[in-house]
Each structure stands twice: as structure tokens, then as C-alpha cells.
DNA sequence: AAATGACGTTGACATTTGTCACGCTTTTTG
DNA sequence: CAAAAAGCGTGACAAATGTCAACGTCATTT
């Protein structure tokens, strides 16, 4: 499965074959089964960790007891939780696997390593995360200006691949609506075709 | 007013007095009225801007032509286009001053040789950047998670500052409520007290 | 193969939030 | 200082969205 990383990562940075060597040799592969959970609230997260195939999703429980799902992830993502790493600060999220799955994992410490090692490597990063915020800037936008109907073809249409791979109540809790309405939207919908 | 700024930046990283002087050197002061715009949508944003005194907001309209607030910048915060920056295209955004204020200004090329030349400084920014990628984490939590009451509650404890700062119907146009939503709230409140 | 639970849909109704119209006060501007 | 605009609040009503309860289907597990 390392290709398919190996791919992935050359698209973004260039990368010598040494250095991916380096990469892979610090990486270790995991499958994780369906609704297996790879972070718990409470927990740190201490890794990096690349989705080669399947689907996770980030969420949160709040007072009430219903969860809220933040992010997805599929094929050729990155899942984690940033602010635990980062702050090394227990998480307030979980991660679970919404179908049987494979991760490419490497522990903060092999990866920070290579961070420093590999300046291609850290420019990787960099733009990710730089990716990863405007992504951001745009849901947040989806969010205050949007109707729920409007927030769903805007997801469904800038990511069909997640919007395919995941139950509706839980694209309902990410978009912030319930699955109540999000049904009744797709009705609508069926009936204009 | 650079003394401002040379305090705020201390709190993050270790600088040496040279490297002061070389940040200082590059930089500019300006003065901004209130009302005047500092980036209009279609521009490109190529500067890096810190804000010494006053108030700033980065909004958006939308299609219907109304507009939505996605950030505030007040004393001490930096205020941006990440996106137009980092991609050097044209903007969908409007930045304006809500107040009179000053501002420290690098252009992007200035910005960019210190990046290169004072470790610390990049290290200070990809901290920042990282910060707000997890404060932009927080943000789509509430808007998914709290109703009107409690995402208006949020930012009042969040942002004592900002919310002081600026107009109601931005702080509404902010959490994505009408203004007359927030205005009710607001007596809801004055009368429980 | 049966049992279980996840998933999606729907109706009836409650609640929240938005929209429109208006007026008053404060701030800004010429 | 006077005029104009911004800012905030509020009533009446409309629209959007949530809640609760129930049902049928499909997938997973044992």
C-alpha cells in the first residue's frame, strides 16, 4: 500500500527515492475493522496517519450527548487531531473507522525526525496545513451564509467521493442539520429529476 | 508603535536585538480611517499586516448580496487573505477598517527573505498558522453544535475583546444569525439579570 | 438462517430563526 | 451645527428547521 502513498506525496514535493526510502522504513501499515475507534477523548494523539483505503470520521459529543462530526477522511487523506498533537493536550475528539480500513502510520517522534531530516518532507507539511486552513475559511463560510439545502449540494458537490462513503445522518451532523431535514431535502430533490 | 509589536512577538519566540532591527527595517506604519478598505475583492493580498491600534473585519458577500463577516481583527492579531496570498490570486474578500486604526505592514517579498533569513520567524509563523487552524477547528464546532444563544454566549466569553470592539449585526453576520436574532437574545438576557 | 442494530424516511407538531416594516437614538460627516 | 447615515430594538408574521414517534429495509453478526 506504501505506493499509493509514495504517489500521493510526490504530487505535492519532490522527493528522492533515498528519502522515500527513509519515510517508509520509519512508516508501519494497520488495518483497522469497522467501528474500531483509533482516538478516544482523553487520549493524545502521537502520530501521523495516512488513509490508503476506507473512511474515518473526527466528532465530538457535546453536553447533550449528541455527537458532531468536524471531518471525514478517505482514500489519500490525512486524519488526526491537530490541537492534541500539537499541544500534546488530551483530545476532546474521537476517530473511528466507519468501514474496514488500512493507515500508513508513523509515531510523532519518527515523523518530527523526519520533518527535520527531509526539508521536502517539512514543506509537505507546511502546505498541507496551509491547505488544510483556507479549507477551513470556506467551510466556516458554508456555515454562516448557507441554507441547510445549500450546504448540502455544496458538500455533495466539492467532495462526492466522502459524500458517497458515508451514512447521511452523519453528513447531516456535519453540515450542523438534523438528519430529519437532510432527508427531507433529498426528497425534494428526487421529485424536481 | 513598533514596540507593540516587538513585545507580541516576543511572546512567542526567542529574537535576538538584531534580528529586531532587520524585522523593523523591513516594515512600514500605516494609518487607516475608519471605513477604508484594505483589500477589495478581486485584488490580490501581498502583504503581511499587523494591527497596533483598531479594528479590522475580513467579510464576504454572498450572491443575495448580503455579506458575511468570517473573521475580526483587533489590536495584536494579524489580518489576512491566507488563501490570496499563499496562491496569489484574486480575492473573494473584502477587508475593512471598523474604526480608525494603524497598522505594521511588510510587503509579501520583504516577508518572505525574513522567513528565509531568522528561523525564529518561521517558526513563529507556522505556530501561528497552526493556532488558527485549530481556533478555525473550534469555530465549525459551534457553528455545528450551539444554537443562537449559546454561539453568541461562546463568542462573548471567547473574544471579550472583539466583541466590544465592533457592531452587533456584524457580531451576527459573524455567528451567521440575523440581527434581529441576536437583538432578541440580548433582551432575553437583560431581563434575566 | 435468525436476530440485531444501523439506516433512512415520513407525518405531525413545536420551536427556532428569519423577514419586513417601523421608529428611536447615537454617531458620523459635510 | 445640521443633515445623513449607522446602529439597535421590536412587533407581527412567515419560513426554516428541529423533535418525537413510528415504520420498513438492509446489512452485519452470531
Known sequence: MFEVFEKYLRQW????????????????????????????????WKIACFITTGCFRLYRFSADGTDHTLR??????????QESYNLEKPSEYNIEALAASTI??????????LRETIPALKLFNERLLARGYETSQQRIYSLISNSAEEKYLEFQKTYPKVFNSVPLHMVA??????????????????RRD
Open 13 to 44: 514535493v519532490e522527493i528522492s527515492d533515498e528519502e522515500m526510502k527513509l519515510i517508509r522504513a520509519a512508516s508501519f501499515e494497520r488495518k483497522i475493522r469497522k467501528w474500531q475507534s483509533i482516538l478516544h477523548e482523553g487520549e493524545v
Open 72 to 81: 471525514f477522511g478517505v482514500e489519500n487523506w490525512w486524519i488526526s487531531d
Open 104 to 113: 500508513i502510520v508513523w509515531t510523532k517522534e519518527k515523523w518530527e525526525e
Open 173 to 190: 451532523s456535519y453540515l450542523g442539520i438534523s438528519r430529519e431535514t437532510l432527508s427531507r431535502i433529498r426528497k425534494d430533490f428526487t
